[in-house]
């Protein structure tokens, strides 16, 4: 299935308003040094943000987890960055929560301290990791989710946040939460429903903790391509953002906001907000450069 959609991005890029890419880049002086991601630029304006604990199976760590915050917060405003594509490195997406981390956590619930005081911490800590997250919901630049193999727990938090999601044939998505004595907490609960739009699944998924491989991902519109490699992934998804990246970035930016919005809203919120943004954004050049 890789094929087509290569095929349709070289295609629909040949036919994009060059005149939207200057002829130079100029090099960011923003830093994206980290320990657990790995930030690259494979073309103008198209960042990579691959999440880089292999050894680990990409579980998210505290450090993680604050580096992906801080990288899309960074992204959001770098003039740069258009299009972002977040990855993983090693033989899977995500295992999900670091275990030790969750361990730390359960010290506090089993410690001596006030009930109140333990409940604030924990309120506290969760709001923290979930807001992480959000980043990439905020940012303005659309996010492209490349999943290989395994994607659990935290990692389908994750990548619900994201704007358009791809697979490979071995990839697998599951809500391992109840199998931990949990509710999910960071966003797929409230996520997953609106990007599937189906409740009964969503259910299923969240109530069994059973997976979900890519065929039936790709069915139910959690994914909207497969492939049989990372390597066909990542290149399609390398041909999807470069192509978004040739567009005016004010109109790329004013969709993925007003697509965010109105999901959030009802359809005639979401009619006031277009037009609110639109009676300044119609004015601008790229409109006559279209």
């Given at each position: 299935?890789?094929?087509p959609l290569t095929k349709l991005c070289s295609q629909l890029l040949s036919f994009s308003c060059r005149s939207y890419l200057p002829?130079?880049?100029?090099?960011?002086?923003?830093?994206?040094?980290?320990?657990?991601?790995?930030?690259?630029?494979?073309?103008?304006?198209?960042?990579?943000?691959?999440?880089?604990?292999?050894?680990?199976?990409?579980?998210?760590?505290?450090?993680?987890?604050?580096?992906?915050?801080?990288?899309?917060?960074?992204?959001?405003?770098?003039?740069?960055?258009?299009?972002?594509?977040?990855?993983?490195?090693?033989?899977?997406?995500?295992?999900?929560?670091?275990?030790?981390?969750?361990?730390?956590?359960?010290?506090?619930?089993?410690?001596?301290?006030?009930?109140?005081?333990?409940?604030?911490?924990?309120?506290?800590?969760?709001?923290?990791?979930?807001?992480?997250?959000?980043?990439?919901?905020?940012?303005?630049?659309?996010?492209?989710?490349?999943?290989?193999?395994?994607?659990?727990?935290?990692?389908?938090?994750?990548?619900?946040?994201?704007?358009?999601?791809?697979?490979?044939?071995?990839?697998?998505?599951?809500?391992?939460?109840?199998?931990?004595?949990?509710?999910?907490?960071?966003?797929?609960?409230?996520?997953?429903?609106?990007?599937?739009?189906?409740?009964?699944?969503?259910?299923?998924?969240?109530?069994?903790?059973?997976?979900?491989?890519?065929?039936?991902?790709?069915?139910?519109?959690?994914?909207?391509?497969?492939?049989?490699?990372?390597?066909?992934?990542?290149?399609?998804?390398?041909?999807?953002?470069?192509?978004?990246?040739?567009?005016?970035?004010?109109?790329?930016?004013?969709?993925?906001?007003?697509?965010?919005?109105?999901?959030?809203?009802?359809?005639?919120?979401?009619?006031?907000?277009?037009?609110?943004?639109?009676?300044?954004?119609?004015?601008?050049?790229?409109?006559?450069?279209?």
């Open positions: 299935m890789s094929l002829s130079f880049r100029l090099m960011s002086s923003i830093s994206y040094e980290y320990q657990a991601l790995n930030v690259t630029v494979p073309s103008p304006f198209v960042f990579n943000v691959e999440m880089n604990r292999p050894a680990k199976m990409n579980a998210l760590n505290k450090e993680m987890w604050s580096e992906i915050g801080d990288v899309f917060t960074k992204l959001d405003q770098d003039p740069n960055c258009r299009v972002v594509v977040l990855s993983a490195a090693g033989k899977m997406f995500s295992s999900g929560i670091d275990l030790s981390d969750l361990s730390q956590l359960a010290s506090v619930v089993y410690s001596e301290d006030d009930i109140a005081r333990k409940s604030m911490f924990m309120y506290e800590n969760i709001r923290h990791l979930q807001d992480l997250f959000t980043t990439i919901e905020k940012c303005k630049k659309p996010v492209i989710g490349c999943i290989h193999n395994a994607c659990v727990g935290a990692g389908v938090d994750l990548i619900t946040t994201t704007d358009i999601r791809l697979c490979t044939t071995d990839a697998w998505f599951c809500v391992k939460e109840v199998d931990m004595g949990l509710a999910a907490d960071v966003g797929t609960l409230q996520r997953l429903p609106k990007v599937i739009g189906s409740q009964s699944v969503v259910s299923d998924l969240c109530l069994t903790a059973r997976r979900m491989g890519s065929e039936e991902a790709e069915r139910c519109g959690l994914v909207s391509s497969v492939f049989q490699t990372k390597e066909e992934m990542m290149n399609a998804a390398m041909d999807m953002a470069t192509m978004i990246a040739a567009k005016s970035p004010v109109a790329v930016q004013g969709t993925k906001m007003n697509l965010v919005y109105s999901r959030e809203h009802s359809v005639e919120e979401g009619l006031d907000q277009v037009a609110k943004w639109n009676m300044t954004m119609l004015q601008s050049e790229d409109l006559m450069k279209s």
